[in-house]
C-alpha cells in the first residue's frame, strides 16, 4: 500500500502534458486486450477534443479545470442543437474524455478529476433510430438472388444471410475463416471480435445451405478466410487485390450499397443498421435482453438494454393491440 501510495504522490509530482496521458492511455487499452478499432475510434474524438481553442498542443492535463469541461462540452451541446453532431456523438465524446480524465486520477496523473461531475448526455432514444427494416433487408436479399440465378455469385447472398442470422459486424465477418464454419451444427465460431471475447453464433439452415455452396463456388487460395474477392476488374483494384484474396471490411458497405440502389432502397442499408435490425428483430419477439446479449455478445446486458430496451410508441401500441390484457376478456351473459 505504501509503495502505491509513494507511486500516486510522484506521478502527481510529475507534469503530464495531455499528449503524454493519451498516449499511456492507449497502452493500457493495449495491455487489456482491446482492438484498433475501439483505439482508433478513442484517438479521434481525443483529436477533436485537442483542437477545441485553449486545449491544443502539449497543454499540461493538471491545467484543465471543471469550468474548462463544461465549456466544452456547452460547446458539443451547441453542436448537437445546430444539427452538426448527433446527440448519440456528443455522449460518446463526453463519455471518452470522462474515462480518459478518470484512468489520469487514478493512476495518479492528476489531484483530481475535472470531469467527475459532468454528466453524460441521456439517451432517451433507442437505436430504432439507427435500424434497417426487415422489408429494406428483404429486398436486398431479393436483389441478391436475383444476381445469383443470372449467373452472378452466390458470395453476397450468403453474407447477406449470415449477417442478417448472426448480426456480426463487419470486421468480424471478413475475419471468419472456413476452419470457423460448422455446418452440421448450424454454427460458426467467431474469434476475431470487438470485444476481444471470442464466442460461437448460429445460423439458420437457408444460412447452412448457401455457405455450403459459396464454398463450392469459392476460388481456391493460400488462406483460409471465407469469404474472399469475387470479381475485381482491373480499373478498380487497389493494392494489387486480386480475385481470391480476402475481403476489406470497407467490401461489406460496398456490395450492400450496390443491392440497395439496384432495389431502390432508400433507407439506411449499411452493416451496423443490419447488426441493430438482428437486435431489435430478437427483442420483440422473444422480451429477453440476456438471449440478445449473447447474440450480439455484448460484454454486459446494459449495453443491450441500451439499445434495445427502449420502444417507441409504434412498437408499444402494436404489443397492446395484440397483447392487452382486455383482449382476453368476455363478458359473462
Not at 29 to 39: F, H, K, N, P, S
Not at 215 to 243: G, S
Request: hydrophobic share 35%; proline share 4%; glycine share 6%.
Amino acid at each position: 500500500m505504501k509503495n502505491e501510495t509513494d507511486t500516486r504522490v510522484k506521478n502527481i509530482l510529475t507534469d503530464y502534458a495531455l499528449d503524454q496521458v493519451i498516449a499511456l492511455f492507449v497502452q493500457h487499452l493495449r495491455g487489456a486486450g482491446r482492438v484498433d478499432e475501439t483505439i482508433s475510434g478513442y484517438l479521434a474524438r481525443f483529436r477533436r477534443f485537442m483542437s477545441h481553442p485553449g486545449f491544443a498542443g502539449s497543454v499540461s492535463i493538471s491545467q484543465f479545470t471543471a469550468e474548462d469541461i463544461d465549456h466544452w462540452a456547452a460547446s458539443l451541446h451547441q453542436e448537437v442543437k445546430d444539427r452538426s453532431i448527433t446527440l448519440t456523438t456528443c455522449a460518446d465524446y463526453i463519455q471518452s474524455v470522462k474515462t480518459l480524465f478518470k484512468f489520469a486520477f487514478v493512476r495518479g496523473y492528476i489531484q483530481a478529476d475535472p470531469t467527475a461531475s459532468l454528466p453524460r448526455p441521456k439517451l432517451h432514444h433507442s437505436s430504432r433510430n439507427r435500424v434497417m427494416s426487415h422489408q429494406d433487408l428483404f429486398r436486398l436479399l431479393d436483389r441478391a438472388w436475383i444476381k445469383a440465378q443470372g449467373g452472378g455469385s452466390i458470395r453476397d447472398l450468403a453474407i447477406l444471410s449470415l449477417m442478417a442470422d448472426t448480426g456480426l459486424r463487419r470486421k468480424e465477418m471478413v475475419m471468419l475463416t472456413i476452419g470457423n464454419l460448422n455446418l452440421e451444427q448450424s454454427e460458426i465460431y467467431v474469434e476475431h471480435t470487438k470485444n476481444n471475447n471470442p464466442f460461437t453464433n448460429d445460423f439458420t439452415p437457408v444460412t447452412g445451405e448457401l455457405l455450403a455452396t459459396w464454398l463450392q463456388e469459392r476460388l481456391p487460395a493460400e488462406h483460409d478466410y471465407l469469404f474472399t474477392i469475387v470479381d475485381c476488374p482491373a480499373n478498380q483494384r487497389r493494392n494489387n487485390k486480386q480475385p481470391g484474396d480476402p475481403l476489406h471490411p470497407d467490401a461489406i458497405n460496398s456490395l450492400m450499397r450496390r443491392l440497395a440502389k439496384v432495389a431502390g432502397v432508400k433507407g439506411r442499408s449499411n452493416p451496423h443498421a443490419l447488426r441493430h435490425l438482428v437486435g431489435q428483430w430478437f427483442t420483440d419477439r422473444l422480451g429477453n435482453l440476456e438471449i440478445v446479449r449473447q447474440k450480439l455478445n455484448h460484454r454486459s446486458v446494459y449495453t443491450t438494454a441500451r439499445f434495445y430496451a427502449n420502444q417507441d410508441r409504434t412498437r408499444v401500441k402494436a404489443a397492446t393491440q395484440l397483447h392487452g390484457l382486455m383482449n382476453g376478456y368476455r363478458r359473462e351473459e
